[in-house]
């Protein structure tokens, strides 16, 4: 069973670009959580999915930012206009239960 | 807000040492504490979790110590391992909830 996949591991966007982030939750799991994390701050949630819902945004900026989990394929965290202050490690991660979270390795964002 | 503190953010341990971390939270809703173990360029993976009806939980060399009526919690790493360098995360969920909140993190650095 392969875990939770993202993709791409690096991500290079100019200001004003839009990024595109990928994950692939493990098989059978239908949660599906994104966090941010920024050095010495943790992780920060931002949104979470069950197949095509989004079940709570709350940690995610209202403008600029959007996810979506479709009834195929992966779930998508997108980012429209990046500025610098995007730039962050995003994780995806993936749960049968909403309790136990598997983490994907993680997309490394950087806004120039 | 944070909603769970951890501290300290780093430390260093020789081999064969005790590390420990702590965790503060407020929330007395929270029902699931777990931490979290993260490599460099890896997302953070379980460790070992505990629930408020117990006082200690080991695994290994990993022990969390709860007390519930100071809302504090700890990990304590024995014989502390060079392999065990890496940043440790608490983080508390309520029986109502859906998502982990997490600290900030600890960098721990075991010195051969």
């Known amino acids: 069973n392969a875990g939770v996949m993202q993709n791409p591991r690096h991500l290079v966007r100019r200001r004003g670009q839009e990024a595109r982030l990928r994950c692939s939750p493990m098989?059978?799991?239908?949660?599906v959580y994104w966090y941010r994390q920024l050095p010495e701050e943790g992780l920060k949630f931002m949104v979470y999915l069950q197949k095509e819902n989004i079940i709570d945004e709350s940690g995610m900026p209202k403008e600029r930012f959007s996810a979506e989990f479709p009834k195929e394929g992966p779930s998508i965290l997108r980012i429209q206009q990046v500025v610098r202050g995007d730039s962050a490690a995003y994780f995806c991660?993936?749960?049968?239960?909403?309790?136990?979270?598997?983490f994907g390795s993680g997309t490394q964002l950087s806004v120039l | 807000q944070q909603q769970v503190k951890q501290s300290p953010q780093s430390l260093i341990v020789q081999k064969g040492g005790i590390s420990i971390i702590n965790c503060a939270y407020e929330?007395?809703?929270?029902?699931?504490f777990p931490w979290y173990q993260q490599f460099p360029g890896k997302g953070p993976a379980l460790l070992i979790a505990i629930r408020p009806d117990v006082s200690e939980k080991k695994e290994g060399r990993f022990t969390i110590s709860f007390n519930k009526s100071a809302k504090q919690f700890s990990l304590h790493i024995m014989d502390s391992q060079p392999g065990d360098s890496a940043t440790y995360f608490c983080?508390?969920?309520?029986?109502?909830?859906?998502?982990?909140?997490f600290g900030a993190g600890t960098t721990v650095t075991v010195r051969a």
């Open positions: 929330n007395t809703a929270f029902d699931y």
């Open positions: 983080a508390a969920k309520g029986v109502w909830d859906y998502k982990l909140s």
């Open positions: 098989k059978g799991h239908s949660h």
């Open positions: 991660a993936s749960s049968p239960t909403s309790e136990k979270l598997f």
